[in-house]
Structures are given as C-alpha cells and as structure tokens.
C-alpha cells in the first residue's frame, strides 16, 4: 500500500475524545499535496495515526452546515 502523505492546515476544532486520548477532529487537510479539504476523523495523540473518516469538499461542508441549521 503507497504511503499518504497529509499536512494538517488548519485544526478547526474538536468534536470529542475517548479515554485513550483519541481526539475526533475536523481539520482543514492537504492530502497527498492536493488541495485541502475539510476533514473529520479520529487522531491519535501526537496525529501520527488516524481511524477512518469523511473528507469534504467547500461546497459539501457548507451543504451540510445548512442541514445541520435545520436540525431542531
């Protein structure tokens, strides 16, 4: 499997972290140096190993922040 290659841009905030210091995320993240995207997921301690997670374009993550809104 070919190694990925992320640069975390900006940490935007954390949602959550469980007993063992894992902290979910979301981050605004480069990945494989292309253009950055928003993404949310779980991170180790010192961000050297990650669980699985979604990653959203601009245009996703303002979609989903107006369904979010509508959330009563």
Do not use: F, Q
């Not at 990945?31 to 995207?37: A, D, I, L, V």
């Amino acid at each position: 499997m070919a190694d990925i290659k992320y640069e975390i841009i900006e940490t935007i905030g954390v949602l959550s972290e469980s007993a063992k210091g894992w902290k979910r995320e979301l981050n605004l993240i480069s990945w494989n140096g292309r253009e950055p995207k928003y993404d949310l997921r779980d991170w180790s301690e010192n961000h050297e190993k990650m669980g699985k997670g979604v990653t959203l374009s601009t245009e996703e993550i303002a979609s989903l922040k107006i369904l979010i809104s509508n959330i009563e």
